[in-house]
Nanobody
Framework: QVQLVESGGGLVQAGGSLRLSCAADGRTFSTLIMGWFRQAPGKEREFVAA????????RYAESVRGRFTISRDNAKNTVYLQMNSLKPEDTAVYYCAADGDSRGWPAEYDFWGQGTQVTVSS
């Protein structure tokens, strides 16, 4: 079992930045692939970014590529999502997720946090 706790959400103006954090507990963090997802009101949850065990391999949704950066600190059991040049359409609840079983990029994630709200005003 893995417990995930997100933090860092809030209200920001368009063009601003936020950094989300997700602290993990319950399993050796370096064995987990970590991901960020988001869900806007009335929409399905969508993939944002993911990072593999050492942090060297990452992937992004096209909508955030070049603006968001995912990273991890295995010594702190934490994954980050640096969000720059935020747009109103980035408004959503952001969820941290973890997968401990996949060798490649996960099709599904096993563990989820409770989410943190990000609101971008125009």
């Amino acid at each position: 079992q893995v417990q995930l706790v997100e933090s860092g959400g809030g209200l920001v103006q368009a063009g601003g930045s936020l950094r989300l954090s997700c602290a993990a507990d319950g399993r050796t963090f370096s064995t987990l692939i970590m991901g960020w997802f988001r869900q806007a009101p009335g929409k399905e949850r969508e993939f944002v970014a993911a990072v593999k065990w050492s942090g060297a391999s990452t992937r992004y949704a096209e909508s955030v590529r070049g603006r968001f950066t995912i990273s991890r600190d295995n010594a702190k059991n934490t994954v980050y999502l640096q969000m720059n040049s935020l747009k109103p359409e980035d408004t959503a609840v952001y969820y941290c997720a973890a997968d401990g079983d996949s060798r490649g990029w996960p099709a599904e994630y096993d563990f989820w946090g409770q989410g943190t709200q990000v609101t971008v005003s125009s």
